[in-house]
């Protein structure tokens, strides 16, 4: 049973138009959320985090939020541009255990 | 400096045959960990390591893989009699200590059991 869903397999925007990739969780002892970027034949690379005190975290273009009674996250990206297009994995961990749970991913494609 | 680097970047076995997988964390992480991404699958948990601590191996998928760090750096992940279902991309991640929780991951092995 799928503990992290991102129920959008792609996704595809507009140069500078923003980009909005969802995640939903089940087991509200995870506290700390993730997410990562990912290019082929590379390994996921650390994006932005979000710990379940807070409900925003920003980092230049990117943004993510935590819904904590929705157990829903989202990364915002805007602008968007040709170059974050790459899957983009979400991820948690619970407080007190060091492995990571991942969604399955979303491709996201920014058109020119 | 240098990332995490893994070797091989691609394997193909036969079905039955052992391989071992090689993880070099960043120097200075004292956490390492084992993931795997099979086909349209999110990356799954299988090891951790931290220090000198008794490895978390609740992750392994069965008795046929298994996984050491000698020395608290390198790190081999090796698979018994190979199943085609084995077939993923295994990553190894690292990180600076267990209380920080941003993991580092390097490129992956392809692995394709025949």
């Known amino acids: 049973d799928q503990q992290v869903k991102q129920n959008s397999p792609s996704l595809s925007v507009q140069e500078g138009r923003i980009s909005i990739l969802n995640c939903d969780y089940t087991?509200?002892?995870?506290?700390?959320f993730l997410w990562y970027k990912k290019y082929p034949a590379e390994g996921p690379t650390f994006l932005i985090s979000?710990?379940?005190?807070?409900d925003k975290n920003e980092d230049g273009r990117f943004t993510v939020f935590l819904n904590k009674s929705a157990k829903h996250l989202s990364l915002h990206i805007v602008p968007s541009q040709p170059g974050d297009s790459a899957v983009y994995f979400c991820a948690t961990q619970r407080g007190g255990s060091e492995k990571l749970v991942f969604g399955k991913g979303t491709k996201l494609t920014v058109n020119p | 400096g240098a990332g995490v680097s893994q070797s091989p970047s691609n394997k193909v076995t036969e079905k039955g045959k052992d391989v071992e997988l090689r993880c070099d964390p960043i120097s200075g992480h004292t956490a390492l960990y084992w993931y795997r991404q099979s086909l349209g699958q999110g990356l799954e948990f299988l090891i951790y390591f931290q220090g000198n601590s008794a490895p978390d191996k609740s992750g392994l998928p069965s008795d046929r893989f298994s996984a050491e760090r000698t020395g608290g750096s390198v790190s081999t992940l090796t698979i018994q009699r190979t199943q085609q279902e084995d077939s993923a991309v295994y990553l190894c991640?690292?990180?600076?200590?267990?209380?920080?929780?941003?993991?580092?991951f390097g490129p992956g092995t392809r692995l394709l059991v025949l």
């Open positions: 991640a690292s990180s600076l200590d267990s209380g920080v929780k941003t993991q580092y």
């Open positions: 087991n509200s002892m995870f506290d700390y």
């Open positions: 979000i710990s379940s005190i807070k």
